[in-house]
């Protein structure tokens, strides 16, 4: 059983930053690959990033790309997500996400069996 809790959402002006964490626990955490999520109000559920605890491959999504990072430290079972140059439109709802690794990467939601809380993170204009 994974066991997930985020924190680090907040409110920020448009073009600032904030680290997100998603503290791990549970006995098979090291087959598992993480991932972050997003949800705005009246919007699906969609893919932001995603990491490996295998190797230090990352992923994605286009709107996030070159502007987020994505990255965990195996000691404290912790992945992050380093939000710079934030944009209005990244606000929403943020949950970490766990989904046992595979050869392709996981974008999914349904390919994910494990959930966070989620943290709130407002961007304002």
């Known amino acids: 059983q994974v066991q997930l809790v985020e924190s680090g959402g907040g409110l920020v002006q448009a073009g600032g930053s904030l680290r997100l964490s998603c503290a791990a626990s549970?006995?098979?955490?090291?087959?598992?690959?993480m991932g972050w999520f997003r949800q705005a109000p009246g919007k699906e559920r969609e893919f932001v990033a995603a990491?490996?605890?295998?190797?230090?491959?990352?992923y994605y999504a286009d709107s996030v790309k070159g502007r987020f990072t994505i990255s965990r430290d195996n000691a404290k079972k912790t992945v992050y997500l380093q939000m710079n140059s934030l944009k209005p439109e990244d606000t929403a709802v943020y949950y970490c996400a766990a989904a046992p690794m595979a050869i392709s990467w996981r974008v999914n939601v349904y390919e994910y069996n494990y959930w966070g809380q989620g943290t709130q993170v407002t961007v304002s204009s």
């Open positions: 990491i490996r605890w295998s190797d230090l491959n990352t």
């Open positions: 549970g006995p098979t955490f090291s087959s598992y690959a």
